[in-house]
């Protein structure tokens, strides 16, 4: 396919994404580089044949904007930067674009090549025997992944965005028993659950709708439903549990808030210093959530293979 044919077939679809772009940039919402990520995700997901999955990556951004906007000015004073100044998010990176997008748009790629080469080759020298990649399980599992990863991270930022404005004391997932400052990696709310359950019900919705009216047209039964959204919950309390056990939290002597680092990047401590670090430093905030959205999308793909389900185009 020619880049003029590309563009013809996918001309809705480039719209979307040049005003989520334009968006993006005059309102600051990605870096330069956090935008040609965003590109080329989007073309990714546009190459996919199934329409669903470009829109379900428009919606988790939009979504994820608007619940980052809320509290904002509250949310700026709960933690601080790293870099002087209130804490709060800011324009988002490519590596941080990749850690939310990133496992979704592997799986896209990998089903498409596999729906575009869905029939085995037939060996010349042995007959019976096929070779080549055909894989029919995979082929049916892998949507499953891809919309249960959208469905974690926005679990997950659902629960991070709002959770921390809830009035209850944040408590360690680790150890219930001990509250945490508003910011700790795996510090939970009850409220926070609540909110990631929110988000990522409104994710599974959207993708069945998608998956229904958009072509090729794909059933939902509704146990894939139930999964995804139960994938999505789960996301939230990896994404906890990762970052009570993988994720250093560094905080300040003064005022004991929380700090931040711009792009989810770690924040650097110096020995006599103001800043106090606890936690193991595996992975930075980018990785934790990577590892979040594969774990959870590896999870619904288990689950709706011991149960028997999956999810294909519907044969007209």
């Excluded at 399980?137 to 809830?166: M, N």
């Excluded at 709708?209 to 999505?232: E, K, Y």
């Amino acid at each position: 396919m020619d880049i003029q044919s590309f563009a013809k077939q996918h001309t809705t679809q480039i719209s979307a994404t040049i005003a989520l772009v334009t968006y993006a940039v005059s309102r600051k919402k990605l870096t330069p580089a956090g935008v040609l990520s965003g590109v080329v995700v989007a073309v990714i997901h546009m190459l996919h044949p199934w329409q669903a999955f470009f829109w379900l990556l428009m919606v988790f951004f939009l979504l994820g904007t608007f619940v980052t906007k809320i509290g904002h000015a509250k949310k700026s004073h709960l933690t601080q930067s790293a870099i002087g100044g209130v804490g709060g998010e800011g324009a988002r990176s490519a590596v941080q674009v990749f850690a939310n997008s990133g496992w979704a748009s592997i799986l896209i790629a990998i089903h498409a090549y596999l729906i575009h080469n869905n029939t085995p080759f037939i060996s010349s020298v042995i007959p019976g025997v096929t070779a080549g990649p055909h894989f029919p399980t995979l082929e049916r599992l892998l949507p499953i992944g891809i919309i249960a990863q959208y469905a974690a991270v926005a679990a997950d930022t659902f629960s991070s965005e709002l959770g921390i404005l809830s009035k209850q004391e944040p408590f360690m997932i680790t150890a219930p028993w001990k509250n945490v400052p508003k910011g700790t990696n795996g510090g939970v709310t009850v409220d926070g659950f609540k909110y990631g359950g929110l988000g990522s019900s409104l994710l599974v919705i959207v993708a069945i709708s998608a998956l229904t009216f958009a072509p090729p047209h794909v059933d939902v039964h509704p146990q894939i439903s139930v999964i995804l959204i139960a994938s999505g919950i789960a996301g939230s309390v990896i994404d906890s549990v990762l970052g009570a056990a993988c994720q250093v939290t560094v905080s300040d002597k003064g005022t004991g808030k929380v700090v931040e680092s711009p792009g989810g990047t770690r924040v650097k401590v110096l020995p006599g210093g103001t800043r106090v670090q606890i936690g193991k430093d595996l992975l930075s905030n980018n990785g934790v959530n990577f590892v979040m959205a594969a774990l959870s999308s590896l999870l619904a793909m288990g689950v709706a293979f011991v149960m028997g389900l999956d999810l294909q185009a519907v044969k007209l």
